[in-house]
């Protein structure tokens, strides 16, 4: 069975830090992209980041870039994101969800990811 286990989330002041993990099961890891994904109460599910291992190639969305680090350790089947400097507008429940990688080469947010998490609650406090 495909499995991707989200982790990492939980309650933390605004400026502090939180590392999300991703570990993948049932499919080859290293085909695919993976992407967090995230929403929050009321709003649409954006885009978070994504890697790309196989590329070597990570993406951002503007909100976050400068902020959060994307990576990636394929020998354990996992994803990281390193989220520093939280803001009280990051706090939403956090996805992982995964897509062949050559889907993205056109942009990572264009195609349908096959693949999703259970999801991690992420709340930064003010």
Known sequence: DVQLQASGGGLVQAG???RLSCTASGFTFDRYAIAWFRQAPGKER?????ISS???KTYYADSVK????????????????QMNSLKP???????????????????????????WGQGTLVTVSS
């Open 16 to 18: 502090g830090s939180l």
């Open 46 to 50: 954006e885009g978070v980041s994504c």
């Open 54 to 56: 196989s590329a070597g």
């Open 66 to 81: 400068g902020r959060f680090t994307i990576s990636s350790d394929n020998a354990k089947n996992t994803v990281y994101l």
């Open 89 to 115: 507008e990051d706090t939403a429940v956090y996805y992982c969800a995964a897509v062949l990688a050559r889907f993205v080469v056109s942009g990572w947010l264009v195609p349908q990811y096959d693949y």
